[in-house]
């Protein structure tokens, strides 16, 4: 009992009860996407994302308490109303590109529960963080072929300068009698897409000031995020050569699901790298 009357005073403040309103936004989006089955990747990035606009937030606690107008609020109910509508039709595969924009409408009717529409300026990086997914979809639809053959041919120098017998015939690489067709899901997108989304919320929260750094942040990001593709795409080669096939199911997990660790590690080093250029800054 005494537990339920600590509690209560903050369930009637206005604040909490908008930070409560955020939480049940996040699990509503991560479930959608779960129940939906969409692809592991997309989770995880919108996780990513989420944590991204927390951290944005996290210096801005005290200036949270919703404010709204009344245009504001009633028009960010209607908008969570329409994205709960929105629901079965996610989980059932017919809405297309819309799940991309679920995070930005999200964000954009807490927005609008929290201030009017002309005193967003709390909201600015959230938005800007939000809208990383769209244009992360936008951008592997658009992402050329070109790639594919670039990512084989940085394989083909990568496992022919560690000494292996490689041959490359447009995106195809050989090793002897085995190896693999370097495809769109493969030639380092998502890695790429990891890397510059991470270097882009540190911009946003931890802003860098010159801009030698900033290009040196992206540049690292980039070159970070084709070398560790690189070595992925070497390693499924290579488990193609294993006798009897016993390097399939090895091919399998890297080739699938344990991709992501590949882009995990771009983002961590594309985020090592923006710190050691900030912690510069900041030192100096």
């Known amino acids: 009992m005494f537990e339920l009357r600590h509690w209560v005073p903050r369930l009637s403040n206005r604040r909490a009860l908008f930070l409560l309103l955020a939480a049940l936004m996040f699990c509503w989006n991560a479930s959608i996407l779960w129940l939906g089955l ?9 996780l990513l994302l989420w944590l991204g606009i927390a951290i944005s937030l996290e210096d801005k606690l005290a200036n949270l308490w919703p404010k709204p107008s009344r245009f504001s609020f009633f028009a960010g109910a209607i908008l969570i109303a329409l994205l709960l509508t929105l629901s079965p039709a996610l989980i059932s595969f017919q809405a297309g590109y819309i799940k991309y924009l679920l995070l930005p409408g999200s964000i954009s009717a807490l927005a609008l ?4 529409v002309q005193q967003w300026q709390l909201f600015a990086a959230p938005l800007l963080i939000s809208l990383l997914l769209p244009i992360s979809g936008a951008f592997a639809v658009l992402s050329s ?16 300068g560690l000494g292996f017998q490689t041959g490359l015939s447009g995106k195809e690489i050989s090793l002897g009698s085995a190896g693999v067709v370097v495809q769109t899901p493969c030639n380092g997108n998502e890695q790429l897409i990891f890397s510059i989304s991470m270097v882009i919320i540190f911009q946003l929260i931890f802003p860098l000031k010159q801009r030698g750094h900033i290009l040196a942040a992206f540049g690292g990001a980039i070159v970070s995020a084709y070398a560790i593709n690189t070595v992925r795409i070497a390693l499924l080669a ?8 016993s390097g399939m199911p090895a091919f ?3 080739h699938g699901h344990g991709g992501l ?4 590690i771009a983002a961590t ?9 900030l912690d510069q800054e900041l030192t100096a």
């Open 238 to 245: 290579y488990f193609t050569t294993w006798a009897d096939r």
């Open 269 to 277: 080093i594309a985020g090592w790298i923006y710190y050691r250029l």
């Open 261 to 264: 660790i590949f882009s995990l």
């Open 145 to 160: 072929p070109i790639q594919n053959r670039l990512t084989a041919l940085f394989t083909w120098i990568f496992l022919y």
């Open 113 to 116: 529960l929290s201030r009017p």
């Open 38 to 46: 969409q692809d592991l990747g997309l989770q995880i990035f919108q």
């Open 252 to 254: 399998d997990f890297f």
